[in-house]
């Protein structure tokens, strides 16, 4: 009895949720399936990214040579992609990755000491 209580609870409010929700069905389906593609593509590319480097300082450490540079976002970049979102209407951005890149446009190469976002317009709330 109390698991089928728990059960209709939780549909409930799944169906509460779901109808008082700023966004539609098919948009909030589309917000989804970005988060799913964004989570998979982020995380074989940060593989491979983290591959590569761990390979350069290996060889260089090995081989007694100086490690090439190799661009890695810093802890302040981190931060701000890490950051809890909520999807809004307003600002049509699907997680804080897709707002900090489109936020800082196309000149989004963070400065390599001060984190910031190398932008014409620094009044930019993200960067």
Not at 95 to 118: A, M, P, Q
């Amino acid at each position: 009895m109390l698991i089928a209580s728990i059960m209709a609870v939780a549909l409930a409010f799944t169906c509460v949720t779901r109808c008082c929700s700023p966004v539609s069905f098919l948009q909030f389906k589309f917000w989804m399936s970005y988060m799913h593609q964004e989570n998979e593509l982020f995380e074989s590319l940060a593989t491979e990214h983290a591959k590569n480097l761990a390979q350069q300082n290996v060889r260089s450490f090995f081989e007694s040579t100086e490690a090439p540079t190799m661009e890695t976002p810093d802890n302040k970049a981190w931060e701000k992609i890490s950051a809890l979102y909520k999807f809004s209407t307003k600002d049509y951005y699907y997680s804080t990755l897709h707002k900090y890149v489109e936020s800082c446009g196309e000149n989004h190469k963070k400065s390599r000491w001060s984190g910031e976002c190398d932008l014409k317009n620094p009044t930019s709330e993200l960067c």
